[in-house]
């Protein structure tokens, strides 16, 4: 009869297993009202779910009673190791009866002073998705029908499992969706770019768990991907990062056209350095396309190792499919205001810098033409002199206003091509030179060759040997070299150089020194700068102890050598 009253009693306990599986539909919930009725059906001192990780074949511990620390340290136990790797590569049930001498993987068991253990697996449909144990901190023999009620309670709890991780995919799609349309509306808004940025950061990096969040966006020009904005990693924006694509973490996701994981940033093809220097982890990036054009990237990352997993990829690249579609709008209204913006200061420049010469012209002409036979040999020279040095300046002006107007409109033309550098810069000289050719030295090395744009380095050039003879002193040197991919081309002066309140300035738009010819614009240099950096070089002024030195750089190959962004099949 007690026999009897016992079994009734754990049935009973059973059943009230069946009811706590089915009054939960949160998993974590579930699983924690679990662990107090298996273990008290069971009389047990210890009970722990783990649930398989199909990825990794491995059982993770997601709930324990009297071994929270299974949970605590985040537990794995491959399938087919160890005691609870048995239990789910066997599929049945094992026992131990005296855990100091058994097979148990997880030092956690001894460590609680555990002596016995049952373990069954969770089978739903016959596939195992889990294990569950339980223990005894003294030895104790474990009956057939200790077994029986272990596993009738697993087959009960692997059903509500099932039923609470079916609901809880539920639950992470409608919350996914809410956070994409988080994404969407801000897309879909009246942002400007520098806005629409801000925003797209905080809530990508809010829907991924992040701890920081960057956008790079593609400079076509130099086939490099350019930091725009940044959350946690902000010095990549301050830095003005910039990563060739295909190169590097971030150039791999835009040559790929795919979402890319790093799992483990310290040992992994990071081209940039701040990515270690933050101390991220892990990092997860997905290309920003619209209508297969990569306009850019978007990466999260975490401060502590992360596996990012194939959900994450995917809410990433939907999230960076809708944020490109914001961009690609913020970016043509950018343009279009730009392109506005070029048209107002052209037409500025334009009767700003042409009123001079043109009226001087003007003038000129007037007087021959109205004074004919009043004005003396000597008066007619002097004034036609005057209309051919303003006719010069005029024809100058016009041509620096059009090279500053397609640079800033972004219509200079690429085209490299085999350059010898010495003989280019003497066929140069005899035309901007002439005159003064005795005043400048050619020291390049007759053999040198470079794939260059020589459009660029005849203005640029040009502008460095004019100014030079203008307002330099000889002896006046052109050198060339060539070092790390890169074409350098410096012309220098023995003159008094570029004081040193002005070289701040020196580059931008009509900045004259105080002994500058009237005849100069101010323009020369800051368009001489803009054709080198339109072609992925730059010009630079290089301070040295007396005279003034010029130094071109730029990228040999020129831009088309660099590797082109990938076309859909």
Do not use: W
Not at 385 to 394: D, F, G, I, P, S
Not at 471 to 497: F, M, W
């Amino acid at each position: 009869m007690a026999t009897d009253d016992r079994s009734t009693d754990q049935l009973r306990r059973i059943q009230s297993v069946t009811d706590a599986a089915l009054a939960h539909l949160s998993l974590g919930d579930m699983l924690e009202a679990l662990l107090d009725r298996i273990r008290d059906a069971l009389d047990s001192d210890t009970c722990a779910f783990l649930l398989l990780d199909e990825p990794t074949n491995e059982l993770v511990a997601r709930a324990a009673r009297g071994i929270e620390e299974e949970v605590e340290q985040g537990v794995r136990i491959p399938v087919g190791k160890g005691f609870a790797g048995k239990v789910a590569a066997q599929r049945r049930p094992v026992i131990i009866p005296d855990v100091d001498h058994g097979d148990v993987l997880n030092p956690i068991l001894r460590e609680k002073g555990i002596k016995s253990l049952l373990g069954v697996p969770l089978l739903v449909h016959g596939d195992v998705i889990g294990v569950v144990h339980v223990g005894t901190l003294t030895p104790r023999e474990f009956t057939d029908r200790d077994v029986e009620l272990l596993q009738l309670a697993a087959d009960r709890a692997a059903l509500a499992i099932e039923h609470g991780r079916v609901y809880e995919a539920e639950r992470a799609l409608t919350d996914r969706l809410l956070k994409l349309q988080q994404v969407t509306d801000v897309a879909l808004a009246h942002l400007g770019l520098d806005a629409l940025l801000n925003e797209l950061l905080e809530r990508v990096g809010a829907i991924l768990g992040a701890d920081t969040c960057a956008i790079l966006l593609l400079d076509t020009r130099g086939n490099e991907l350019v930091a725009r904005a940044a959350r946690g990693i902000e010095e990549e924006v301050e830095r003005g990062v910039r990563i060739p694509v295909g190169r590097g973490f971030a150039g791999r996701v835009a040559a790929e056209r795919r979402p890319i994981v790093i799992d483990d940033v310290d040992h992994a093809d990071v081209l940039n350095p701040i990515l270690r220097e933050k101390g991220i982890k892990s990092l997860l990036g997905a290309p920003l396309l619209v209508r297969d054009t990569v306009l850019g990237v978007i990466h999260v990352g975490t401060l502590t190792p992360r596996k990012f997993g194939t959900d994450d990829a995917e809410l990433l690249q939907l999230a960076a499919e809708r944020a490109a579609m914001g961009l690609e709008k913020a970016l043509v209204h950018d343009e279009l205001m730009r392109l506005d913006q070029v048209r107002h200061a052209f037409i500025s420049i334009a009767s700003h810098e042409l009123r001079t010469p043109a009226t001087a012209v003007l003038g000129a002409a007037l007087t021959l033409v109205a004074r004919e036979h009043q004005l003396s040999d000597e008066q007619q020279h002097e004034l036609k002199l005057v209309l051919a040095e303003q006719a010069q300046r005029l024809a100058t002006l016009i041509e620096q206003l059009l090279d500053l107007s397609r640079i800033e409109a972004q219509a200079v033309e690429i085209r490299p091509e085999p350059v010898h550098v010495a003989a280019r810069l003497e066929q140069l000289l005899r035309t901007v030179a002439a005159g003064h050719r005795d005043l400048v030295e050619v020291a390049v090395d007759p053999e040198l060759e470079a794939m260059v744009d020589s459009t660029v380095v005849d203005r640029v050039v040009s502008n460095l040997v004019v100014n030079a003879i203008r307002h330099g002193a000889p002896p006046i040197c052109v050198r060339a070299s060539i070092g790390g991919g890169r074409l350098r081309i410096t012309v220098e002066d023995a003159g008094p150089g570029v004081p040193a309140e002005l070289r701040g300035r020196l580059f931008d738009q009509f900045v004259r020194g105080h002994s500058a010819s009237s005849m100069g614009s101010g323009l020369g240099l800051a368009i001489a700068r803009s054709y080198a950096q339109a072609h992925a070089g730059d010009l630079r002024y290089v301070a040295g102890e007396s005279g003034a030195c010029f130094e071109l750089e730029l990228p040999i190959g020129g831009l088309a050598a660099r590797p082109p962004l990938p076309q859909p099949a």
